[in-house]
Nanobody, 124 residues
Framework: QVQLVESGGGLVQAGGSLRLSCAAS????????IGWFRQVPGMEREFVAA???????YYEDSVKGRFTLSRDNAKNTVDLQMNSLKPEDTAVYYC??????????????????WGQGTQVTVSS
């Protein structure tokens, strides 16, 4: 089992930045793939970005060039640096963990463990 805790959400103006962090425990971190998803009330959960344990990264087209993933295996964390934020980025952001190598663009089905989420609000 993998336990996940997200942090770093908040309220920012359009064009601003936030850095989200996903802290993992309960499994060898170097063999865990981490995904980020977001959800707006009343809408389906949307893939944002992911980094696999073999080093592959994926970004949804709407965030490519603005969001950047990084992982620190010593700290068991994966960060999502979000720049040039837009109002449409407003959502609850969740990190998720799985054991697959993510050889293709992942979906929520590739992840078995989920954090509680952190709210990101971007004002116009």
């Amino acid at each position: 089992q993998v336990q996940l805790v997200e942090s770093g959400g908040g309220l920012v103006q359009a064009g601003g930045s936030l850095r989200l962090s996903c802290a993992a425990s309960g499994r060898t971190f170097s063999r865990i793939s981490i995904g980020w998803f977001r959800q707006v009330p009343g809408m389906e959960r949307e893939f944002v970005a992911a980094i696999s344990w073999i080093g592959l990264t994926y970004y949804e087209d709407s965030v490519k060039g603005r969001f950047t993933l990084s992982r620190d295996n010593a700290k068991n964390t994966v960060d999502l640096q979000m720049n040039s934020l837009k109002p449409e980025d407003t959502a609850v952001y969740y990190c998720a963990a799985g054991s697959t190598a993510l050889l293709s663009k992942p979906s929520s089905r590739d992840f078995g463990s989920w954090g509680q989420g952190t709210q990101v609000t971007v004002s116009s």
